[in-house]
């Protein structure tokens, strides 16, 4: 059973920055990719990037590209989302997901619980 924990989430002002960090668990993800999506309030869950299991061929939604930075911590096994320059327009609940074949922007297999990220003006 795959299990993903993010954490990190909060409440922070336009312009700043949060680390959410995503740990996943229940077999060996070697040819997974890993992803970040996100759902505003009355809105659908919107692609924001992912990431191959080895770190490499990073993908991003045109939003948060040169803003967001998906990377993977072997040593930690845990897949991070480095997100500067945060805009009002990026609060929403962030999920961590995990994809069991290749890198893609849908198509992912198992999910986070999910953490909250606010970004007032």
């Known amino acids: 059973q795959v299990h993903l924990v993010e954490s990190g989430g909060g409440l922070v002002q336009a312009g700043a920055s949060l680390t959410l960090s995503c740990t996943p668990s229940g077999r060996t993800f070697g040819s997974y990719a890993m992803g970040w999506f996100r759902q505003a309030p009355g809105k659908e869950r919107e692609f924001v990037a992912a990431?191959?299991?080895?770190?490499?061929?990073?993908l991003y939604a045109d939003s948060v590209k040169g803003r967001f930075t998906i990377s993977r911590d072997s040593g930690k096994n845990t897949v991070t989302l480095q997100m500067d320059s945060l805009k009002p327009e990026d609060t929403a609940v962030y999920y961590c997901?995990?994809?069991?074949?290749?890198?893609?922007?849908?198509?992912?297999?198992?999910w986070g619980q999910g953490t909250q990220v606010t970004v007032s003006p």
């Open positions: 990431i191959t299991w080895s770190g490499r061929s990073p």
């Open positions: 997901a995990a994809r069991s074949h290749g890198l893609a922007y849908s198509g992912y297999d198992y």
